[in-house]
């Protein structure tokens, strides 16, 4: 049996459609359920590409449960059992057409898309999925426009969609939908030179339409996305080598070459081969007009042919394992009678594919991207640039050559379509308000935080042993802070220490050498050598805030602090009252000799130091000082310092040492006037003025330094109220010692006294 075809043209416009399947069926007189045609040996229909008009046909082909299979882009609408249950689509599935699409805009870096979509099933059908797997991978709709078929709008929709390209920063735009909706308006962009703009469509939506497109064309860039099928070894030399002598009975490839090699012709329209080139072939004829590779609607009708075939052959095998029926003669068999076996056919076509009807079984394809070379003559070459394989793992279904697409004329770089430039490492991304999520704006990461990639959401912050960089894209290891011996500020404080520290011993030498001076006598030897002691020792404690803090010296620092100038101050305030009992006692009427001769002041420095070590010792047992590290007060430095701990115990510990400040400084004002020999008593009172003054402004200057500037801070003030205790009280006395040695004698002492 040798399987043959008829063709008939079926018009796009509504009122003419089923005009020629009605002849097909009923001859030329067109009656209705009537056939003047003796026999009719057609088994099957192929219909067009359009979904349209395959569902017009469909509807009359329904009557008589004809076979019919549809070749162009698998419909939604077709797809329904219920309305045309002989209706058999060829094309595979799309369901992995938006993630091929967003697959390919993420692998350019475009998020800023328009939507051009035609207002059918065909075309709204996609439009859910796009959006969905847009959003899921942060690709925005720049805008999205759906193009009706009513021919009385589109030219006002053409202007408004013309307006919003025009307008837009989107450079790509995704077009989809039957051609009979597409092809005014891609006719009508073809006039305008929209120079970069990236055209993604499905091979059906292809722009070769129109020679003068292809002129200006180049200023578009087309990718397409077609069904991927395995070629045809043999069709390409087989289309190179046909022509009309070989098959004298195709007027339509006969009427071909007459229009396209300017064959002439008589008026009985038999051509006359003779002014042909003798070697004419379809190969000649630019892409644009004769594609020589093998399309995918082509692919489909050479798997439709095949199908009917296989399902033919399977069903005559069928009937000739059946009994004969009737007279036992041979009966062509009905359409109708084909319907089980196409339903169940599956096969491998010559090149290899696997081929199924049923819609329910069919597999996801591979899509083929094809960009449009075009040239200035109008002509066409496509070229394969990339494949998408649903099956491939994630991350490796698309593959595509960058080099073999054709941007636009006279650049090669890729097309940008965003709608905010990338936020670079160290700046983070802030969504625009009332705009779409691909739109926002970059901002700096704040203090201490950083980020290493672009478009981040967030900044992230560097831990407390780092510190963001200036670039503010790299967390940097800390340098440790603190006041080491070997900086010059710890330098100039430890030589200080060590100065008045060994001042301090001088004079007590001196003292210790001239112990029986009058001068000395008279300011009691010993609270002298106890003051001068304590004094050594406030120089010496300020090393224990000098080097890198530890347990120890954390713990000391405070403490050591807190009881020699205990000591220092509870000594000062015993001279002082000492002081003042011996002027007391010396008065008539008093009773106070009883107090100085019975040494009733020394104990003062033993009851006060004690009461602070006790408040020491309270400190220590609750919450004592501890190492502690502030990564936040200097930026590239974490400062390692001792933590007070309980600052409740700490300003105890320093308002009893102020209280007793206070006092000394008190009693020794008021004893300011008293008529001493030696002015002890107004030394004793500038000497207290100066260390009150000391600590009173350390305070506020205390609070307002950060990291090693605040230890330098109390270092300075332990140094500078000391120096101030030794020079306002004892620098005098080694200036008579040394250098007035006259009045400290028994004549000079009465000398002053005379005087």
């Known amino acids: 049996m040798t399987l043959g075809f008829d063709i008939y043209n079926v018009e796009f416009r509504a009122w003419s459609t089923l005009e020629n399947p009605f002849v097909w069926l009923s001859g030329q007189y067109k009656i209705p359920n009537f056939t003047c045609i003796r026999e009719i040996n057609s088994v099957a229909v192929l219909t067009g590409i359009s979904g349209i008009t395959s569902a017009q046909i469909g509807t009359l082909l329904e009557i008589y449960r004809f076979p019919q299979i549809t070749f162009g882009p698998l419909d939604p609408v077709l797809s329904e059992q219920s309305k045309f249950p002989s209706l058999y689509q060829m094309a595979p599935k799309d369901t992995s057409l938006a993630i091929a699409m967003v697959s390919l805009m993420l692998h350019f870096s475009w998020n800023w898309v328009g939507l051009l979509i035609s207002l059918d099933e065909n075309g709204l059908w996609i439009i859910p999925e796009l959006r969905e797997e847009m959003a899921k991978n942060r690709v925005c709709v720049a805008f999205e426009h759906v193009v009706s078929s009513n021919l009385l709008t589109q030219a006002l929709n053409f202007m408004i969609i013309h307006n919003q390209i025009t307008r837009s920063s989107a450079n790509v735009f995704i077009i989809y939908g039957d051609n009979e909706y597409l092809l005014n308006l891609r006719l009508y962009f073809g006039q305008f030179l929209m120079t970069g703009k990236v055209w993604l469509m499905t091979s059906q939506s292809d722009l070769s339409f129109s020679r003068r497109y292809f002129i200006l064309g180049s200023f578009h860039v087309p990718l397409m996305f ?395 047992g609750t919450s004592p000082p501890f190492i502690d590290t502030d990564a936040h007060s200097e930026h590239g430095h974490v400062i390692i310092l001792c933590n007070k701990g309980s600052l409740t115990a700490f300003y105890c510990v320093l308002g009893y040492l102020g209280t007793l400040a206070l006092a000394s400084f008190t009693v020794a004002f008021l004893a300011r006037n008293l008529p001493d020999t030696f002015n002890e008593a107004k030394f004793l009172t500038f000497s207290m003025m100066v260390f009150c003054s000391v600590w009173l402004t350390f305070l506020p200057v205390y609070h307002s330094a950060k990291g090693k500037v605040m230890v330098a801070v109390e270092v300075f003030s332990i140094l500078a109220s000391s120096a101030g205790l030794l020079c306002c009280i004892f620098v005098p006395k080694c200036y008579i010692i040394l250098l007035k040695s006259n009045r400290n004698s028994l004549h000079g002492f009465r000398e002053k006294i005379h005087l």
């Open 226 to 620: 077609s069904h991927h099928h395995s070629d045809i070894s043999w069709f390409k030399n087989y289309v190179r080598e046909v022509n009309p002598s070989k098959y004298p009975e195709d007027f339509y490839l006969a009427r071909l070459w007459v229009l396209s090699f300017n064959c002439s012709h008589s008026e009985s329209d038999c051509v006359t081969w003779e002014n042909c080139p003798q070697d004419a072939s379809l190969e000649w004829l630019p892409g644009h007009i004769f594609d020589m590779a093998m399309s995918e609607e082509s692919y489909n009708i050479y798997n439709a042919v095949y199908a009917v075939a296989h399902a033919l052959h399977k069903m005559l095998l069928h009937q000739t394992e059946m009994p004969l029926m009737g007279n036992g003669e041979g009966t062509v068999p009905s359409p109708a009678q084909l319907h089980p076996f196409l339903k169940k056919i599956q096969f491998h076509n010559p090149a290899g594919d696997k081929v199924i009807l049923n819609e329910k079984e069919k597999l996801d394809t591979d899509y083929d991207i094809v960009n449009n070379w075009n040239f200035p003559e109008g002509l066409e070459f496509k070229v394969k640039v990339g494949l998408f394989s649903p099956y491939a793992p994630q991350g490796h279904q698309l593959s595509i050559s960058e080099d073999m697409i054709e941007w636009t004329i006279g650049t090669t770089e890729t097309p940008h379509s965003v709608c905010s430039e990338s936020c670079g490492s160290g700046f983070r991304k802030s969504s625009q308000e009332e705009k779409a999520a691909c739109c926002f704006d970059c901002i700096p990461c704040p203090e201490n935080e950083i980020s290493n990639g672009t478009d981040m959401e967030q900044c992230v912050k560097c831990p407390d042993h780092l510190y963001a960089n200036s670039e503010r894209n790299q967390c940097v290891l800390r340098g440790e802070s603190f006041l080491a011996h070997g900086e010059p500020l710890g330098i100039a404080l430890a030589c200080i220490a060590l100065c008045l520290s060994a001042l301090t011993a001088v004079i007590l030498g001196v003292f210790v050498r001239y112990q029986n001076t009058p001068i000395v006598k008279a300011n009691n030897r010993a609270l002298s050598y106890i003051l001068l002691i304590s004094l050594i020792f406030c120089f010496l404690c300020s090393f224990l805030f000098i080097g890198r803090p530890n347990m120890v010296t954390c713990i000391l620092q405070q403490i050591a602090f807190a009881v020699v100038f205990t000591v220092a101050v509870s000594t000062v305030l015993t001279k002082t009252v000492t002081v003042v009992l011996a002027f007391k006692a010396t008065s008539p009427g008093k009773r106070m000799k009883w107090l100085l001769v019975s040494g009733a002041p020394k104990f003062i420095i033993p009851i006060c130091t004690l009461i602070q070590v006790s408040l020491c010792g309270l400190w220590l």
